[in-house]
């Protein structure tokens, strides 16, 4: 079992600046490989970025390619997301993921792929 907390989320304003954190209890952390979905009501849940077990590969949805950036501190236990000109479309329900894999740089973009799921933290970008 993986337990995932996220933190970090809270109203700000079109263009500011926000860091999501996700702090992980359990097994192992770098035996999984992370990602960062979000929710916007009424909408399913959809990918926005992903990091495999070393950091070292990284993958984020279009939409957000350029402002958004994850990481990970193995020796800390936690995953961020550094979210930059943020705009009211990025308005959601962020959750964080984890994927067991034996793969150490492979990252996965399917909210199918992953197996521990956080409780998620609200982001409101106001115009």
């Known amino acids: 079992q993986v337990q995932l907390v996220e933190s970090g989320g809270g109203l700000v304003q079109a263009g500011d600046s926000l860091r999501l954190s996700c702090a992980a209890r359990?097994?192992?952390?770098?035996?999984?490989?992370m990602g960062w979905f979000r929710q916007a009501p009424g909408k399913e849940r959809e990918f926005v970025a992903a990091?495999?077990?070393?950091?070292?590969?990284?993958y984020y949805t279009d939409s957000v390619k350029g402002r958004f950036t994850i990481s990970r501190d193995n020796a800390e236990n936690t995953m961020y997301l550094q979210m930059n000109s943020l705009k009211p479309e990025d308005t959601a329900v962020y959750y964080c993921a984890a994927k067991f894999t034996l793969y150490t740089d492979r990252h996965y973009s399917a909210t199918s792929e992953y197996d521990y799921w956080g409780r998620g933290t609200q982001v409101t970008v106001s115009p």
């Open positions: 990091i495999s077990r070393s950091g070292g590969s990284t």
């Open positions: 359990g097994r192992t952390f770098s035996l999984y490989a």
